[in-house]
């Protein structure tokens, strides 16, 4: 398995400003993905994180809403942008591990909270 | 676009018996994740199914895999307090899409 660690694990944030979420792997990494998760719901997609350039976005979220960096194998940031209320939620980071087993692996998660 | 369901949504058991969850999935995949989720936590991986007809067992918990129904069980054995928590299936095809969740209570 792997270790994700993402910082912060909490937030509580002004509407129409910004947060970057970042997340660290301890193992080398082939895909880094993010995630987000609203209270009691399950999983979606925001983007995939390619190194070196652009992410890959799902349909429903775009780059200047969430911009996503990846400057190198194991490191990722999600920025929530001009945050409002309806941003609240739990941002997952998630890994697939270079020579491991075929398995996305997540992280704590940030929890998010917009007043 | 791929759907990905699970049932029931919430299941409610007493400790001993057994039950099973579906997740039933809409297109051709191959590859089919079961996690636990326990509340204000992280997911942890349980499963990875890879092809038709895989099994797999993990003390009282058994997913199995049928890729031309696609479907996928998760069968709880003799249920504990412990095994609470919310249980997602994931279907990857490109990316990996997740189901609806079905929240597991064991009561005494």
């Known amino acids: 398995s792997a270790v994700i660690s993402q910082k912060p694990s909490r937030d509580i944030c002004q509407r129409g400003t910004s947060l970057t979420i970042q997340c660290q792997v301890d193992s080398q990494v082939t895909m880094m993905f993010w995630y987000r998760q609203q209270p009691g719901q399950s999983l979606t997609l925001i983007a995939t994180a390619n190194q070196g350039s652009e992410a890959t976005y799902e349909s429903g979220f775009v780059i200047d809403k969430f911009p996503i960096s990846r400057p190198n194998l194991t490191f990722s940031t999600l920025t929530v942008s001009n945050m409002s209320p309806e941003d609240s939620s739990i941002y997952l980071c998630s890994a697939v591990i270079a020579g491991g087993p075929d398995t996305q692996y997540f992280g704590p998660g940030t929890r998010l909270t917009v007043l | 676009e791929l759907k990905v369901e699970q049932n029931p949504l919430f299941l409610s058991m007493q400790e001993g018996k057994n039950y099973t969850i579906y997740c039933n999935y809409s297109?051709?995949?191959?590859?089919l994740y079961w996690y636990r989720q326990d509340p204000g936590k992280s997911l942890e991986s349980l499963f990875v199914?890879?092809?038709?007809?895989a099994v797999k067992q993990e003390g009282r918990l058994m997913a199995s895999l049928d890729t031309k129904a696609r479907l996928s069980t998760l069968h709880i054995t003799a249920a504990v307090h412990d095994l609470s928590a919310t249980y997602f299936c994931?279907?990857?095809?490109?990316?990996?899409?997740f189901g609806t969740g079905t929240r597991l209570q064991v009561f005494p």
């Open positions: 199914l890879l092809s038709n007809g």
């Open positions: 297109t051709t995949s191959d590859r």
């Open positions: 994931a279907v990857y095809t490109d990316k990996l899409i």
